[in-house]
């Protein structure tokens, strides 16, 4: 196996010889083996451990095991501890998602802090498929059924291509050992439920399924390629008129396709619509006709469907955050606050800011028509809709905006720019950090 994973890191993951890796451990097989084969190809690794404090006497347990492991191989380690139940609490969701959503900040935190590269996680093969079947049984597009991505900005998974049981092989044929989280035997969470009640069946009909499903996989990465090239080419022919607040679309043109329902679902399931029979039966309603989504309106009007978006008082999307708040989730992902002492490298995702001139509560909202705000790095005022038009963004991509204000005042459009209102000087006392974190 180390000889195929060497090949595996030369062909797909080069760049990840010359870089600082972290990776995340867990103590369990998977990441155990993902760390010895990586320090066996001589890459630069260090280890991340989460503590979450779920299982008494057993989360301390794993947190010593991987420590000895650290020691063992001779690289460096970092534990974090979290109470995860208190965090879930807190923000109203579950264990398993507050656990997530620990992790994944904390090791982009840890990444950013010791400037890390990347960071390695151990999804494998049955993870993946895993995925698959939960998205499936929820009902899901083609982008749900592409299953875990090999790389997703900072994360890489190195080990999709193998089996828990190829890993698990590998560990026992070098002696290695490593922890087994007893909770994973219970089927109270669904993909649990899947591991050990309905994919073992699957297997046993068919014991080529991993890697029928791997080839499937491939097949649809490669449909999706197609698609969107296709639907890009298309969209430019079916839309008839586009400005700020409306786009126009050509009922004739809409009509011609041999199935007009999935290209409407490709073209319009990013404004959060649901009933595609009703939007395909818009083409032969009659004038006044209407679609609605939580978010917009489809229209039909004479020889055209018109998407607008709903801006009424009965769907307000602001979001409130007091001083003193230091995570919030929503739509784009979650948003961090940190006071910190110095500065590091900002990116679209990480501003730094005066603490001193902001007011609080902020508010997080969509923008809206008229709004301006003024670029980092100038003194002039810009509206919105010139700088969404000089940083060429579809009309989805505009749709997607949101802000970050002090009372009135822009201080970020979020994944974009910062107020230069809010920045550093030489008088700033306290700063503020931003950082916006991507559900992965």
Known sequence: MLNHFRSHIDKNFNFLKDARLLIAISGGVDSVVLTYL?????????LAHCNFNLRGEESDLDEAFVSQLAKDIEVDIFIENFDTNAFAKDHKMSTQMAARALRYHWFSELAEQKSFNYIL??????????????NL???????????????????????????????????ITKHIEWREDLTNASTKYLRNRLRHDVIPILKDINPQLLQNFQKTISHLKDSKVVLNDSIEQLYEKLVTKISQDEIHFSVEKLKNLSDPKPYLYKILKDYHFTEWQDITDLLDAQTG?????KSHCLLKNRGELILTRITTKEQPETITISEGDNYIHFTLGSLIFETVEGMDATNNSTIYVDKDLLNYPLRIRKWEKGDYFYPFGMEKKKKLSKFFKDEKLSMIEKENVWLLCSNQEIVWILNYRADNRFKITNKTQRILKILLQDEI
């Open 289 to 293: 006709k209407q679609v609605f989504s």
């Open 137 to 171: 049984s929820r009902g899901t597009g083609l982008d749900g059924l592409l299953g875990i991505p090999e790389t997703k900005g900072q994360f890489i998974r190195p080990l999709l291509i193998y089996s828990r049981e190829d890993l698990e092989i590998y560990a």
């Open 38 to 46: 990586c320090h066996q190809l001589g890459l630069n690794i260090s």
């Open 121 to 134: 996680t151990a999804h494998h093969a049955d993870d993946n498929l895993e995925t698959f079947l939960i």
